[in-house]
């Protein structure tokens, strides 16, 4: 039997003496990478690339990652080089490159933290710098914009912000109108920046419609107002930009760059000035200005790996004509070899002198031989230091990389010169507010209890609530408008939505302002508010009355509460916190029953058109001791009832009447047709169990109330019951009714019978 052949053995890397598969080594290099060892990964990629008869791409871009996100900017743009040389570069292929740039010039020029491996670096988010910046104009600033407050507009969340700060979104029916009241109040202290504001909407609006002359005629008006407000100059600049002025855009945002360094937009027009005039160098600074500030923006990411592309790769550099001949392949690998062996082995760097290579590339030479960091890349690769080394210079960090020193001897302390064309200058001070005009200083607010009146009571606003059309309402004025009509007061605009979510939030800035500048007027007015819900919470004094059907202690009483009155007395017996009211019957003479019985709000439901369903149950009877009317609905002073309790013999002659008529309701509603029973269970519920003591309840036991509930008896015979104070003589009348309803069923049922039979 022929011996099986033997497979060859795997590829070994080739120029390494680890023995170890090339595809292994290059596995190895990309976990280096994904676990953040960007050092180790670099000296795997670039030992590889060593050993290689012909140069690869692939792992020249590898490299170029590695070092770059390792901060070795200068070696990683000549392995990028050394890859464009092979074939051209696309711009997503250089997205290392791109953030590595910007975190070392956001840590450059902000001190930015660099970020965590397989993580964008960190940059100031909005709320940060709207903290960091001084406040705007106090409590009448746009939380959103950080500016004074322009056409306010209230949020249904009770937040009142610019209207063009609104969250964008398709426009609703009902969409938010600008606050009455707030804009009046704008007006009247802050005359000239609201003009300025004013002229800036129009600019924009202008804009929009293309008419670019008229709409930079406004922004210069609105700039002579306030020659340092950085929206207006970053809005000059755009239209500027639109016309291909180019310079006037430029002067522009280098001023909002240099007010708000921390403004991505500021840098971004800044860069389009720059394109427009050709400074290619320095509209990738600007980009990747942008991009450290925000690095998780793909669009600008794309921006930045363009205009990398454009800068440090040129087409017309990218590739040879032919790409490169097999002799200068063999040539520089052979330059790659030397390099590496002597990087690898630690041994001494190649001397000036030194004839590999010195027949070609003359210039690189004297650069790429002094460090053993970088020589073999930039001799190998073919990167031209003389002709980028402006380039990379400007962006090397604060601390030279170890080893680059010897590349660039040049002391870097003075690179950033804040004179340099293009260049941000540097500042101590945290970012400036955006609206830092001269109109005037932050003046004393003159309110007075006019500028917050409601226009229901007349009185100073209290919990301030705001209409989706704008205007402002005391909360309690605004919910006995809308329970008469589903309008505004004011404008008649219909408020259904508002009415169907009930979503009165308080208007959080005018309740701020009322209770900053006019705290004495609403010290006053919380007084007499209190004082209406201490006189609305008496439980025997003036108790609101629904008049409407009989109910009883323990029975559950639902309502459908429709009428204006009833649903202001349902909302102030929630807002007093008793939920209760008592229940009374209509009197022809007297207007309401002598007797009635409390009722405790368990639930309510609201629907759209503002009518609720309340879930109340009986508590405790009551006799009424007058009567009157108040807001349109009836109180009363009431005393409340409690069954007299007995002892001794009474009491055993009690409990045996109290078990018997028990017994007698049971078999009563045991009797009645099925459909009879599920319209009384679906209505009242179950029938309560026997209590073990009759007296326990100051109102006598639950199933007694029970079972008068269900009964059909006439309402007069009820309510004389209800007022009844001896346990032992409503028994009684339980029995005697139960006696005749019952003879009442059995003489219908045998006529029933009779004529079946017939």
């Not at 700060?165 to 009902?174: A, I, L, N, Y």
């Not at 330059?335 to 590999?356: V, Y």
């Not at 029975?555 to 459908?560: K, Q, R, T």
Request: net charge neutral; charged share 25%; glycine share 6%.
């Amino acid at each position: 039997m022929s011996p099986k052949p033997v497979p060859p053995p795997p590829p070994q890397c080739p120029g390494c003496d680890c023995g170890a598969p090339f595809a292994q080594r290059l596995e190895k290099g990309a976990e280096a990478f994904r676990a953040g060892e960007y050092e180790m990964a670099a000296e795997l990629f670039r030992s590889m690339l060593a050993g290689l008869a012909q140069p690869d791409r692939g792992l020249c871009l590898r490299l170029g990652d590695a070092l770059a996100r390792a901060g070795r900017l200068p070696e990683a743009l000549g392995a990028f080089r050394g890859a464009a040389r092979l074939g051209a570069l696309r711009p997503e292929e250089l997205g290392e490159l791109a953030g590595g740039l910007a975190r070392v010039l956001g840590q450059r020029q902000w001190r930015l933290p660099a970020a965590m491996p397989g993580r964008a670096s960190e940059a100031p988010s909005e709320e940060q710098r709207a903290s960091a910046a001084a406040a705007p104009r106090d409590l009448l600033g746009c939380p959103r914009c950080q500016r004074l407050l322009h056409r306010p507009v209230t949020l249904p969340c009770g937040l009142t912000v610019c209207k063009r700060c609104v969250e964008p979104g398709p426009p609703r029916p009902q969409a938010r109108r600008v606050n009455v009241v707030l804009s009046g109040l704008l007006e009247k202290c802050f005359p000239a920046e609201c003009r300025v504001r004013r002229l800036a909407g129009q600019a924009r609006s202008l804009q929009r419609q293309q008419q670019l002359e008229a709409a930079l005629l406004r922004c210069d008006q609105a700039l002579e107002l306030a020659p340092g407000d950085n929206s207006l100059l970053l809005l000059r600049a755009e239209l500027h930009l639109t016309m291909k002025n180019y310079e006037q855009a430029l002067q522009d945002a280098n001023a909002v760059c240099h007010n708000e360094p921390f403004l991505i937009k500021g840098h971004h027009v800044k860069a389009q000035a720059l394109s427009g005039l050709g400074r290619s160098k320095e509209v990738l600074k600007e980009f990747l200005y942008c991009l450290a500030l925000n690095p998780e923006c793909n669009s600008m990411k794309k921006e930045v790996q363009k205009v990398i592309c454009e800068v440090f790769f040129p087409a017309s550099e990218n590739v040879h004509q032919n790409l490169m001949s097999s002799i200068q392949s063999r040539m520089l690998n052979a330059r790659l070899k030397a390099q590496c062996h002597s990087h690898i082995n630690t041994q001494p760097p190649l001397e000036e002198g030194d004839n590999a290579g010195s027949s070609k590339n003359p210039p690189e030479k004297s650069d790429v031989c002094r460090n053993t960091h970088s020589s073999v890349l930039y001799f190998i690769l073919g990167l031209h230091y003389e002709e980028d080394k402006e380039v990379l210079e400007s962006f090397l960090p604060t601390a030279p990389i170890a080893g680059l020193k010897r590349h660039f001897p040049k002391d870097m302390e003075g690179l950033h010169d804040s004179n340099t064309p293009g260049k941000i200058p540097k500042t101590d001070s945290s970012p400036q507010r955006s609206m830092n005009s001269n109109i005037g200083e932050n003046p004393d607010l003159s309110i007075d209890v006019a500028d917050f009146e409601c226009a229901l009571c007349m009185r100073l606003l209290f919990e301030p609530v705001t209409t989706p059309c704008g205007h402002t309402f005391c909360l309690k004025c605004l919910e006995r408008c809308l329970d008469h009509a589903p309008h505004c007061p004011l404008c008649k605009e219909k408020l259904s939505e508002l009415l169907a979510s009930r979503n009165f939030k308080v208007t959080i800035l005018a309740e701020e302002l009322i209770f900053r500048y006019l705290s004495d007027e609403l010290s006053d007015r919380k007084r007499i508010y209190d004082e209406e819900m201490t006189e609305l919470s008496h439980l025997t004094r003036d108790v609101p009355i629904f008049v409407c059907a009989m109910a009883f202690p323990t029975v559950p009483c639902p309502l459908h509460v429709f009428e204006p009155r009833y649903r202001l007395m349902i909302r102030r017996c929630m807002e007093t916190g008793t939920k209760r009211f008592g229940m009374c019957l209509s009197a022809e003479h007297a207007g309401i029953s002598e007797y009635g019985c409390m009722l405790e709000i368990k639930d309510v439901r609201t629907f759209p058109d503002g009518s609720s369903v309340v879930d109340a149950i009986g508590v405790s009877r009551f006799r009424v001791l007058s009567h009157r009317h108040r807001d349109g609905y009836n109180t009363a002073d009431i005393e409340y009832l409690e069954d007299e309790k007995v002892e001794g013999p009474e009491y055993e002659e009690l409990t045996t009447l109290h078990d018997s008529v028990y017994q007698q309701s049971i078999s009563w509603f045991t009797a009645l047709q099925d459909h009879m029973k599920e319209q009384i269970l679906s209505h009242f519920g179950i029938m309560p169990d026997r209590e073990a003591e009759p007296q326990s309840n100051p109102s006598g036991p639950a199933w007694s109330w029970w079972i008068l509930a269900v009964l059909p008896l006439e309402r007069k015979a009820q309510l004389a019951i209800l007022g009844m104070t001896s346990l032992k003589e409503r028994l009684l009348a339980i029995r005697r009714i139960l006696v005749i309803i019952t003879r009442k069923m059995n003489s219908r049922q045998e006529q029933v019978n009779r004529e079946r039979n017939n």
